[in-house]
């Protein structure tokens, strides 16, 4: 068995594809009308055909879920993001406890999307804040290893 696609249900279709291509930078890679597939990965499909296979309604927010993207550069992300008008944040920029700067907000049908700082710009940022290898591995909670890996 195989993963092909996290799926997405959305309201408006077009609406969902100029999202995620202005503000994540996805493009579209095969348009069956009711379904979509977007480079990543991401699939999206019409609330009226996920209506019409499963006979189910939709409870959209759920906040029990996120679509994670990761950003090499992320300050330049942020810049971006603050630009575009109706962004409606779960929260703004935060750093968690391992040094990962992060920010998410929600699509046009409230599911949560994460980006997060590269996990290798996040080493070399504080590589160059002039923290040591063994710090950095404490700091981040990862082995010496792949903080190496991420410093080659």
């Not at 092909?4 to 609406?15: D, G, H, T, Y």
């Not at 977007?38 to 009226?48: F, H, I, N, R, V």
Request: charged content about 35%; overall charge negative.
């Amino acid at each position: 068995m195989k993963m092909r696609n996290p799926m997405l249900v959305v309201k408006n279709m077009e609406q969902a594809k100029v999202f995620y291509g202005e503000v994540l930078g996805l493009h579209v890679i095969a348009d069956l009308g009711e379904n979509v597939v977007l480079t990543g990965g991401l699939a999206l499909q019409t609330e009226k055909s996920w209506r019409e296979f499963t006979d189910k309604e939709i409870a959209y927010e759920g906040n029990d879920s996120e679509i994670y993207f990761e950003e090499d550069d992320f300050d330049g992300f942020l810049k971006k993001l603050k630009e575009l008008p109706d962004i409606d944040y779960v929260h703004e920029e935060k750093e968690h406890r391992w040094g990962q700067r992060v920010v998410r907000f929600y699509d046009p049908d409230r599911h949560i999307i994460e980006v997060g700082e590269n996990m290798k710009a996040v080493c070399k940022r504080f590589f160059d804040q002039g923290m040591t290898h063994e710090e950095i591995a404490e700091r981040m909670g990862v082995p010496m290893k792949m903080v190496k890996g991420y410093l080659r």
